[in-house]
């Protein structure tokens, strides 16, 4: 299921399309043809597609070339091969999403040198770019907690341990999601929150590292998924094992979308991957117009998908 939300909470973001929607010299821009790079973590989760999906749509709007590469699957190293490859084909400007914040840091400063223009999207690095669109991951982590306790509340289980799937512990976005988690659980002694296993956001690692959690916690209560691959994971491990621990995921695709109507996993909080894309091609460009790109930071908001979701 594609969500294709388009709604924004900053305002500045609605009027940066409109200038570049009403700019004068509009079709001189169109001529120039910026390249302009999408970056992503891998090329596998159905969220980066639907990124590219937004990126495209609207460089296709504007006449500007979009290119999407990133590792086929998660591999720091070839990340940051295939952003030094981009900088060196002459990109005007990269969105990117960084898999580790710390590592590709000096290439994005060596490519800001050059005068390429560095939009984040869904995950920064720690060099400053002009613009940051994503969730607000911790506050999302909270959310996720809530609905936990919710389900838990509503199913009896009103004591007992709660695992929590990672990627890696240098991905900001799922580590905030994660401390957020932890913090609203802060306020019920009765739940156990276990250390994290790490997965690199693996569906086969994250299904083991499911299983782990039921062999070794025999008062296992529920489990948090912190992205896509871990979501589906977890999802087929709850559903091999026939168990009644509750799963809160993240992110949605059709076969963890099966997985709520079946009551496999409870709820999963559903990101806006195609406004990412299709705002941060637009701040690419306004910066590469010289227009005003606003706020450093664009929250691009959450949903909570649940069997009572319409669909």
């Given at each position: 299921m594609q969500i294709k939300d388009l709604s924004t909470r900053n305002g500045a973001t609605n009027k940066l399309i409109i200038n570049i929607r009403d700019d004068a010299e509009l079709n001189q821009m169109v001529y120039m043809n910026y390249k302009i790079y999408l970056i992503t973590m891998d090329k596998s989760d159905q969220f980066w597609s639907f990124m590219n999906n937004g990126a495209r749509e609207m460089a296709s709007m504007l006449g500007v070339t979009c290119v999407w590469d990133g590792p086929l699957t998660r591999d720091v190293n070839k990340q940051i091969e295939i952003f030094n490859n981009a900088v060196a084909a002459g990109a005007d400007a990269i969105m990117l999403a960084a898999s580790d914040p710390i590592k590709i840091s000096s290439s994005v400063e060596d490519a800001k040198s050059k005068g390429v223009k560095i939009i984040y999207v869904d995950a920064p690095a720690f060099e400053q770019a002009i613009v940051t669109l994503a969730t607000d991951n911790y506050a999302a982590g909270k959310i996720a907690g809530e609905n936990m306790f919710y389900e838990l509340d509503d199913a009896g289980l009103t004591s007992g341990s709660i695992g929590v799937i990672g990627v890696t512990p240098e991905n900001r976005t799922t580590v905030n999601r994660d401390l957020g988690f932890r913090d609203y659980f802060n306020m019920f002694s009765k739940y156990q929150i276990l250390d994290t296993i790490y997965t690199n956001g693996d569906p086969e690692l994250a299904k083991q590292a499911t299983k782990k959690y039921i062999r070794d916690n025999p008062n296992l209560v529920g489990?948090?998924?912190?992205?896509?691959?871990?979501?589906?994971?977890?999802?087929?491990?709850?559903?091999e094992n026939n168990t009644n621990i509750i799963g809160i995921?993240?992110?949605?695709t059709e076969t963890i979308q099966e997985m709520i109507r079946n009551n496999i996993i409870k709820a999963v909080l559903v990101q806006s991957p195609f406004t990412m894309g299709y705002l941060g091609m637009a701040e690419a460009i306004a910066a590469l117009r010289g227009l005003d790109t606003?706020?450093?930071?664009i929250n691009t908001g959450v949903t909570v998908v649940n069997r009572y979701t319409p669909v």
């Open positions: 489990i948090f998924s912190t992205n896509e691959g871990t979501t589906l994971g977890m999802g087929n491990a709850l559903k995921g993240f992110d949605i606003g706020s450093q930071f």
